[in-house]
T-cell receptor, first 114, second 116 residues
Framework: DTEVTQTPKHLVMGMTNKKSLKCEQHMGHRAMYWYKQKAKKPPELMFVYSYEKLSINESVPSRFSPECPNSSLLNLHLHALQPEDSALYLC?????????????FGSGTQLSVL | AQTVTQSQPEMSVQEAETVTLSCTYDTSESDYYLFWYKQPPSRQMILVIRQEAYKQQNATENRFSVNFQKAAKSFSLKISDSQLGDAAMYFCAYKQNQGGSEKLVFGKGMKLTVNP
C-alpha cells in the first residue's frame, strides 16, 4: 500500500461551522505534512509532524488546528474559517522526514468556505 | 530565504518530441536536495526525479533527466519522447533543513501541454 488517503474529497462549509479533514497512510511513514494550494499556485507548507510531534508550524492562523493521534493518521480541524481559506488541502507523508526522501501526496480535499 | 524560480508559466510540446523545463534556485546552504514534481488533473503531486546537491552526476529516470548546474543554481528537467500522459503542472522544489525538520519549498509551477 503506497497510498495517502484523504477524506473527504470535497467539502463545503459555512464560516461558523466546525469540520475536520482526515489523512491516512499505512506505509509506516513517521513524517506527515499539511499543504494548502490555491488555484494556479504552488502548494504552501502549513504543518509538519515528525514522529507524531508538531515540528513545523508555518505561522498558520489558529482557526486551523492539526492533530496527529497516531503514526498513521493526521487530522486538520477547521473552525471559523474565512472565504479566503477556500483551497485544495494536500496531505503528504515521508519515511522519516530526512532530506533526501520523496513525499507521497494524497489527492487532496477541495474546500469551499461560504 | 531560499527561493525557487520557474520563469516559464506555460510550455507546449509535440508528442514524441523533447522539452526542457527551467528552474533556478537561491540558497546559502551546502546540503540540500532538488526535486521535480508533477501534478496532473487528478491533483495528486507525483515525484518525477530528485537530485542530491553534492552529486555532480545528473539524475535520470527513464525519459526524464536533469541538467544540474550547482554553481549557476540551475536545475532544469528534460523530458524525452513526450507522451500525452506527461501533460501536467510541473513544480520544481527545493528541500532544506529547518529547525531539525525538512521543509519542501515549491516554485510557482509550469503548465505543460502535449499536443498529439
Amino acid at each position: 500500500d503506497t497510498e495517502v488517503t484523504q477524506t473527504p474529497k470535497h467539502l463545503v462549509m459555512g464560516m461558523t461551522n466546525k469540520k475536520s479533514l482526515k489523512c491516512e497512510q499505512h506505509m509506516g511513514h513517521r513524517a506527515m505534512y499539511w499543504y494548502k494550494q490555491k488555484a494556479k499556485k504552488p502548494p504552501e507548507l502549513m504543518f509538519v509532524y515528525s514522529y507524531e510531534k508538531l515540528s513545523i508550524n508555518e505561522s498558520v492562523p489558529s482557526r486551523f488546528s492539526p492533530e496527529c493521534p497516531n503514526s498513521s493518521l493526521l487530522n486538520l480541524h477547521l473552525h471559523a474559517l474565512q472565504p479566503e481559506d477556500s483551497a485544495l488541502y494536500l496531505c503528504a507523508s515521508s519515511q522519516s522526514g530526512a532530506l533526501n526522501e520523496k513525499l507521497f501526496f494524497g489527492s487532496g480535499t477541495q474546500l469551499s468556505v461560504l | 530565504a531560499q527561493t525557487v524560480t520557474q520563469s516559464q508559466p506555460e510550455m507546449s510540446v509535440q508528442e514524441a518530441e523533447t522539452v526542457t523545463l527551467s528552474c533556478t534556485y537561491d540558497t546559502s546552504e551546502s546540503d540540500y536536495y532538488l526535486f521535480w514534481y508533477k501534478q496532473p488533473p487528478s491533483r495528486q503531486m507525483i515525484l518525477v526525479i530528485r537530485q542530491e546537491a553534492y552529486k555532480q552526476q545528473n539524475a535520470t529516470e527513464n525519459r526524464f533527466s536533469v541538467n544540474f548546474q550547482k554553481a549557476a543554481k540551475s536545475f532544469s528537467l528534460k523530458i524525452s519522447d513526450s507522451q500525452l500522459g506527461d501533460a501536467a503542472m510541473y513544480f520544481c522544489a527545493y528541500k532544506q533543513n529547518q529547525g531539525g525538520s525538512e521543509k519542501l519549498v515549491f516554485g510557482k509551477g509550469m503548465k505543460l501541454t502535449v499536443n498529439p
